[in-house]
């Protein structure tokens, strides 16, 4: 069964610094792609950025240059840094991933930017 778990979410201010992690189990990690979602409160869910099994990565406009996913394969582990954090990065982030045409996804992990 796959089970992702994220992590590291909080309050942080404008400008700082938050890194997500998310633990994948019940799946050979290192073939597949993972993507970090993330959803607003009364927004839609909005992809913000994946990686390949090669480890190549795509971005959302919104947070390119800011954000940056990377993947553990030893660690069965994906992780979001999130720089320069701006207050419409508010949301609860999912991590994400589809194996044989089903989407798998964690519980989320709430982030908050505000002063």
């Known amino acids: 069964q796959v089970q992702l778990v994220e992590s590291g979410g909080g309050l942080v201010q404008p400008g700082g610094s938050l890194r997500l992690s998310c633990a994948a189990s019940g799946i050979i990690f290192s073939v597949n792609t993972f993507s970090w979602y993330r959803q607003a409160p009364g927004k839609e869910r909005e992809l913000v950025a994946y990686?390949?099994?090669?480890?190549?990565?795509n971005y959302a406009d919104s947070v390119k240059g800011r954000f940056t996913i990377s993947r553990d394969n030893a660690k069965n582990m994906v992780y979001l840094q999130m720089n320069s954090l701006k207050s419409e990065d508010t949301a609860v982030y999912h991590c994400?991933?589809?194996?044989?045409?089903?989407?798998?996804w964690g519980q989320g992990t709430q982030v908050t930017v505000s002063s």
């Open positions: 990686i390949r099994r090669s480890s190549s990565t």
């Open positions: 994400n991933v589809v194996k044989t045409g089903i989407s798998y």
